[in-house]
């Protein structure tokens, strides 16, 4: 609120904005409470105690002593759990590079498309986001049938077009299988930085368009000059949800691949381990264990998406 | 200000209403035991076999609550957690998984309370306690692992169950000139490839007598005995479906039950779900013969406790409860259970209803083998079933035998620690 527009407001009433607003926390309050009341029971109340179990030894589900940073040092040290966190957290940076590359790209690439388009524009924008409103369970179980090297469809068009010497074991080569899963991950998602951008794209006058024409400019420098560079915000924010969604994948994997991110671990992710780690794992001090794997994401995601998002807005800072 | 506090209190009497709500479990003098499973199929077959029990106790009611299986290792700690209103008893997975149940202290010893007298102690073991050598659950089950095969399919081939290795790797020939594949299996299911291994290596690494080894320490998995184990049964690839490593366990289901494939290796637990999937499917089986180089000179058939059922140490009828686990031991319930639901049950002295069950448990018990993986190495992370598939898996992309076994070898070792000589 301006100065000017308390000013005017508190000469009515005969208040001070101050008092105004200490006022209106009640009824702000009362609209935010059922909101903050589930936020707290199903957010804050997990995250703290998970934080809490991290800090102590486990024998199944019950509470032992205080154990300080121990979990921890398993987590880093302890076989195969040492290996497999940094291998799986490998797994998420590639499966983070490869969505901007292929899901960020074709999204802004269908995004440019559809806005110089004047038909089909809507048609193609729903069928491009309709995957976007399948479960991803259920999108990699379709795609864990297509990809069937029996009985699957993707291999059987393959053979069908001559191209029977491309067929792959497409989720059972170590190599291969995670590109899959980060193809079919952005099969799903590609509708959401398209809808971003779309909007961002409708919100950039033409006239900064035609100006560069004016100046001679190609139609590649002015999207390269004027357009990309006022799309950074969202490209920020793109950014940004897609490295939290990235790192906190599992359901996906999970459907494509099983718990154990098959073959050999090759598609194995912090979200499998996570879950590997708490309900899978033969050792008493599971829930320790995981916990403490649970509060690592959490640090780390959080962390990255913070610093990212302030080097976004200083970026932004620079465009005005 | 005081009408949100109003708000606040009014909610969270909402909130904690159930929580407080009193258990109403006994109504009347009548006991209402509920019997937790992960097996919903089942439900039918349970009532049925529950029904005597709840003739010869007029006041004791079985309620058995199914939960999915892929839910149930999620739900069964925190039931267990709980002080009242929890099952009373529960189905129990066999040897390492209920370990941390057990340390937890939430179930009851049944020790001198089940007569267990006659039981192989082989099969106790399944239920006991690592630490304490308690035994906490009885064994309802066992499951043979052996090759099934298409009767149909073979009898078109004019093929017969192999006895040698070199029938075996002729016949598969056979099937594969015909276009049929020899041996269907899951190369992305590392838990897969582990029964692989223990069905056509058992015989050559030594069965039984390679398991008390190994525990004892005395031999180790980069043995060559059980790296040539290792080797065989990669070297079967060729026979595998064609992409094996990225054929899924209902992929490999599949292909048996539509008689695309001639050969399932596999276990007992399949014959129920393969029958149903297709009932003209005729299913026999045969133990894979002794492999070249074999340490034991006939074939073997490999066997595991299915699981057990156990008392919850926070159940409020632990008598009734303890009564019901006492009767699950008796060969009444073993020879309903085996009958009802098709399986080989654990108590001794029964014999399974399906033919092919009872020949599958009588091989066992003149040839039998432990599925050493899961019955001695199944109590640490990583498992030695999940690091013995995943070995396989690196040998069908290339991976040699001997880093195959160091690999074993390694994630064992990282928490078994052998008992000595």
């Known amino acids: ?320 | 200000m005081r009408k949100f506090c109003t708000v606040i209190a009014a909610l969270s009497v909402v909130v904690a209403a159930p929580a407080c709500a009193p258990s109403t479990k006994s109504s009347g003098d009548k006991v209402t035991l509920t019997v937790l499973s992960w097996r919903p199929e089942d439900t039918a077959g349970y009532k049925k076999i529950f029904a005597p029990f709840e003739k010869s106790h007029p006041k004791v009611k079985i309620d058995f609550k199914p939960i999915k299986n892929t839910e149930y290792a999620t739900v069964l700690p925190t039931e267990l957690k709980k002080s009242q209103g929890g099952p009373d008893v529960v189905q129990l997975k066999p040897y390492g998984p209920i370990q941390s149940l057990i340390s937890a202290g939430n179930l009851v010893p049944l020790d001198g309370q089940v007569d267990v007298s006659k039981w192989d102690p082989t099969v106790l073991q399944a239920a006991k306690g690592k630490q304490d050598g308690k035994l906490y659950g009885v064994p309802y089950a066992m499951q043979t692992l052996q090759v099934l095969y298409n009767k149909k399919i073979f009898a078109d081939q004019g093929i017969q169950p192999p006895k040698t290795w070199a029938e075996f790797t002729a016949l598969c020939d056979k099937l594969k000139q015909a276009k049929i594949t020899p041996l269907s299996t899951s190369g992305l299911q590392p838990w897969v490839l582990a029964v692989d291994h223990q069905i056509f290596g058992a015989t050559r690494f030594g069965g039984d007598d390679f398991a008390k080894a190994a525990v004892a320490g005395t031999k180790k998995f980069t043995d060559p005995d059980f790296v040539a184990s290792l080797d065989v049964t990669a070297k079967l690839k060729p026979y595998y479906p064609d992409k094996v490593t990225a054929v899924d366990y209902p992929d490999a289901q599949t292909l048996f039950t539509s008689g695309k494939a001639a050969m399932y290796p596999g276990g007992s637990y399949e014959v129920g779900p393969f029958t149903t999937s297709n009932p003209d499917l005729q299913i026999g089986f045969f133990d894979a013969p002794p492999a070249p180089g074999a340490k034991i000179d006939h074939a073997v058939t490999s066997g595991f406790v299915d699981g057990s059922y156990g008392v919850n140490a926070h159940s409020e009828h632990k008598a009734e409860a303890t009564e019901l686990v006492k009767w699950m031991a008796t060969p009444e319930f073993g020879q309903l259970f085996a009958s009802t639901l098709k399986q080989i049950s654990a108590v001794p002295g029964t014999t399974p209803g399906d033919p092919l069950l009872a020949q599958a448990y009588q091989n066992f018990k003149t040839n039998g083998a432990r599925y050493m993986m899961v019955v001695d190495f199944g109590y640490g992370n990583p498992l030695g079933r999940d690091q013995d598939g995943e070995a396989l898996q690196k040998m069908l992309g290339g991976t040699s035998a001997a880093d195959a076994g160091k690999l074993v070898q390694k994630g064992i070792s990282a928490w078994f620690k052998p008992s000595g000589g």
């Open chain 1, 1 to 320: 609120m301006t100065p000017a527009s308390g000013e005017i407001a508190g000469s009515g009433g005969g208040e001070t904005p101050r008092r105004r607003k200490r006022r209106r926390w009640p009824l702000l309050l009362f609209f935010l409470l059922p909101a903050l009341l589930l936020y707290t029971v199903f957010i804050v109340y997990p995250l703290i105690s998970a934080l809490q179990y991290s800090f102590f030894e486990w024998t199944g589900t019950r509470q032992d002593g205080f154990a300080g940073l121990s979990n921890f040092h398993d987590l880093l040290t302890k076989y195969p759990l040492s290996e497999q966190v940094w291998r799986a957290l490998a797994h998420n940076t590639f499966f983070f590079i490869g969505t901007m590359l292929i899901q960020t790209t074709a999204g802004l690439l269908f995004a440019v498309l559809l806005h110089r388009s004047r038909r089909g524009k809507r048609f193609l924008q729903t069928a491009y986001i309709l995957p976007h409103l399948v479960s991803p369970i259920v999108a990699g179980y379709l795609w864990s049938m297509m990809l069937n090297p029996q009985f699957g469809a993707v291999n059987a068009a393959l053979r069908g077009i001559g191209l029977g010497g491309l067929a792959q074991p497409w989720r059972g080569d170590p190599h291969l299988a995670l590109p899959v899963a980060i193809v079919v991950n952005a099969w799903q998602w590609v509708g959401f930085p398209m809808l971003l951008f779309a909007a961002a794209l409708a919100g950039i006058p033409d006239e900064y368009h035609e100006a560069a024409r004016v100046d001679g400019a190609s139609a590649w420098q002015s999207f390269r000059r004027v357009t990309l560079p006022l799309l950074t915000p969202v490209l920020g924010i793109v950014t940004v949800l897609t490295f939290i969604g990235n790192f906190n994948i599992l359901d996906l994997i999970y459907a494509l691949q099983g718990s154990k991110g098959n073959p050999t671990y090759s598609t194995d992710v912090l979200g499998l381990l996570f879950y590997r780690t708490a309900f899978e794992n033969p050792d008493a001090n599971a829930i320790g264990e995981s916990s403490a794997l649970a509060v690592c994401m959490f640090v780390l995601i959080f962390g990255v998406s913070i610093v990212a998002t302030r080097f976004f807005r200083r970026m932004e800072a620079r465009l005005k």
